[in-house]
């Protein structure tokens, strides 16, 4: 992997996987990608994606309204300011996962602002492709 390319083989891979991935391991795997979309960007031009590119809820699939923002002003609650707090959230250890019947189901992401959004594991693979698919088209 040349390093010119770094970004664009990595969301490549990591949109493979997240696609093409059945075995035990997928919630493990799944935090993995969401760590990778999300910090791989921020460190090598967060502008390009929060910015630039005018990310929005509806481009990753999800709902404003099932974000629990806690303590951040109105006017920064934004796509790419979600994108940061479960950066923050899983780079700081609050995530927690959500069993039914021995199966983890949910993860539950939060940060010391009082974001909190809940995510079906289903739903959150769905956010990361879309995710990476939005990524993948400016790499």
Known sequence: ???????????????????????PYGVTLLVNCLLGLIVLPKEKDIHHISHRDHIHFFDLGIEESDISWGNIDES???????????????????????SEDGEIQSLRFSDHMGFEVVFRIDSLKEMLKKLAKHLQKDS
């Not at 920064?76 to 996962?97: P, Y």
């Open 76 to 98: 920064e609650r934004t796509a790419a300011r979600f994108l940061r707090c479960l950066r923050n959230s899983v780079a700081h250890l609050q995530l927690e996962s959500i």
């Open 1 to 23: 992997m040349s390093d010119n390319c770094i970004g664009s083989e990595f969301i490549m891979r990591t949109l493979h996987i997240l696609t093409n991935y059945e075995g």
